[in-house]
């Protein structure tokens, strides 16, 4: 089964930096495109980083030169380093491995972590 864990939510002052993790496992993760969302409080969740098998990445608008997405696939995690944060990056942030074509097989399933709470202070 697919399982993803994340981690290092928590709370931080406008300018710091938290950095999360998600650690995936029964995936074949080194082929796969994985990704970040968050969700604020009334608002609709959005697409905060991709990042590809390659190591090709992908930004919002809101968070690029502020936040940077990586992988290590020896340890089938992801990462987000958070830098400079703001109030309004307050969210509930999320780990997704989307449904798509790996390793020459469509998987039709995305799956997605727990989230994990990111408060940032005024």
């Known amino acids: 089964q697919v399982q993803l864990v994340e981690s290092g939510g928590g709370l931080a002052h406008a300018g710091g930096s938290l950095s999360l993790s998600c650690a995936a496992s029964g995936t074949i993760f080194e082929y796969e495109t994985m990704a970040w969302y968050r969700q604020a409080a009334g608002r609709q969740r959005e697409l905060v980083a991709r990042?590809?098998?390659?190591?090709?990445?992908n930004y919002a608008d809101a968070v690029k030169g502020r936040f940077t997405i990586s992988r290590d696939n020896a340890k089938s995690t992801i990462y987000l380093q958070m830098n400079s944060l703001r109030p309004e990056d307050t969210a509930v942030y999320y780990c997704?491995?989307?449904?798509?074509?790996?390793?020459?097989?469509?998987?039709?399933?995305?799956?997605w972590g727990q989230g994990t709470q990111v408060t940032v202070s005024s």
């Open positions: 997704q491995r989307p449904k798509g074509y790996y390793a020459g097989k469509y998987l039709a399933l995305e799956y």
């Open positions: 990042i590809l098998d390659d190591g090709t990445t």
